[in-house]
């Protein structure tokens, strides 16, 4: 993948003091354009300085939107988060909160999966996961790959006043955690599974048990998949997405009754 071979041959400290003599350059010169002012002014002048904090204040938007639009042509050529977070020293997470929406697949904007096509609508997932940090980062990783209406509930029982609601839309795929307060997973798994009306739609558990005993009862309740959760954050995005790519691209879902 383009992208993935990147690798700066100066250190961020000898990036950093080429760039700031670079921009103070500059600065200096269009701050002395801009007081129409000859170099050899007095270096005291309060005008010529707040000139010059003008003009980098000018400057730090400029570049703010220069990396913006250096963030999506690198999106487009196939890097994604981790790489464009590394090019400006910063997580993957970062990135994405400072370049938000890098990867929302219309024609023109960059694409993480080119082979997607925009659905007719947008796919509805219920997630049912009362961590919210694992919560957030499903969410994150879901919006990567498209248009999601996402509805998060924290036990079972709220999943089933959610589901059984007259107004509540079938929801494309349900993703579910298994140690939750009132009901948990366990349980919500075989009430959907014996439900007429719920127990076509697909339900993948997604937990941290690796118990044996967890996996054989998820499939006995005749759970879709069974995925653990990775520690690693960057991994823990891959799973989630697998997931969404096989329930939601490939496989061919229910009708909606």
Same mark, same amino acid.
């Given at each position: 993948?383009?992208?993935?071979?990147?690798?700066?041959?100066? %250190?961020?400290? /000898?990036?950093?003091?080429?760039?700031?003599?670079?921009?103070?350059?500059?600065?200096?010169?269009?701050?002395?354009?801009?007081?129409?002012?000859?170099?050899?002014? %007095?270096?005291?002048?309060?005008?010529?300085?707040?000139?010059?904090?003008?003009?980098?204040?000018?400057?730090?938007?400029?570049?703010?939107?220069?990396?913006?639009?250096?963030?999506?042509?690198?999106?487009?050529?196939?890097?994604?988060?981790?790489?464009?977070?590394?090019?400006?020293?910063?997580?993957?997470?970062?990135?994405?909160?400072?370049?938000?929406?890098?990867? !929302?697949?219309?024609?023109?904007?960059?694409?993480?999966?080119?082979?997607?096509?925009?659905?007719?609508?947008?796919? +509805?997932?219920?997630?049912? /996961? +009362?961590?919210?940090?694992?919560?957030?980062?499903?969410?994150?990783?879901?919006?990567?790959?498209?248009?999601?209406?996402?509805?998060?509930?924290?036990?079972?029982?709220?999943?089933? /006043?959610?589901?059984?609601?007259?107004? %509540?839309?079938?929801?494309?795929?349900?993703?579910? +955690?298994?140690?939750?307060?009132?009901?948990?997973?366990?349980?919500?798994?075989?009430?959907?599974?014996?439900?007429? !009306?719920?127990?076509?739609?697909?339900?993948?558990?997604? %937990?941290?048990?690796?118990?044996?005993?967890?996996?054989?009862?998820?499939?006995?309740?005749?759970? !879709?998949?069974?995925?653990?959760?990775?520690?690693?954050?960057?991994?823990?995005?891959?799973?989630?997405?697998?997931?969404?790519?096989?329930?939601?691209?490939?496989?061919?879902?229910?009708?909606?009754?």
């Amino acid at each position: 993948m383009p992208g993935k071979n990147f690798v700066l041959r100066t %250190t961020p400290e /000898e990036t950093s003091a080429v760039a700031d003599a670079a921009v103070g350059k500059l600065a200096r010169r269009l701050a002395v354009q801009l007081l129409e002012e000859e170099p050899s002014a %007095t270096e005291g002048d309060p005008a010529r300085a707040l000139a010059l904090l003008h003009l980098l204040d000018q400057l730090q938007q400029a570049a703010e939107r220069l990396q913006r639009g250096a963030a999506a042509t690198a999106a487009r050529a196939g890097a994604g988060y981790p790489q464009i977070g590394a090019a400006c020293g910063m997580s993957r997470q970062g990135a994405r909160r400072r370049w938000p929406g890098l990867f !929302n697949h219309t024609n023109e904007a960059p694409m993480e999966h080119p082979m997607m096509t925009t659905p007719a609508r947008p796919f +509805d997932v219920l997630l049912v /996961e +009362d961590d919210m940090a694992d919560a957030l980062l499903i969410e994150e990783a879901l919006s990567e790959r498209g248009a999601r209406n996402l509805v998060q509930v924290t036990d079972g029982v709220a999943a089933l /006043e959610h589901l059984r609601a007259p107004a %509540t839309a079938r929801p494309d795929l349900i993703v579910l +955690d298994l140690n939750m307060p009132r009901m948990n997973g366990r349980d919500l798994l075989r009430i959907l599974k014996k439900d007429e !009306n719920l127990q076509t739609i697909p339900v993948v558990v997604l %937990t941290t048990s690796t118990a044996p005993d967890d996996v054989a009862d998820a499939y006995s309740s005749h759970a !879709n998949a069974y995925v653990t959760k990775p520690v690693n954050l960057e991994e823990f995005e891959q799973a989630v997405q697998s997931i969404d790519a096989f329930y939601l691209d490939t496989a061919t879902r229910p009708p909606r009754s």
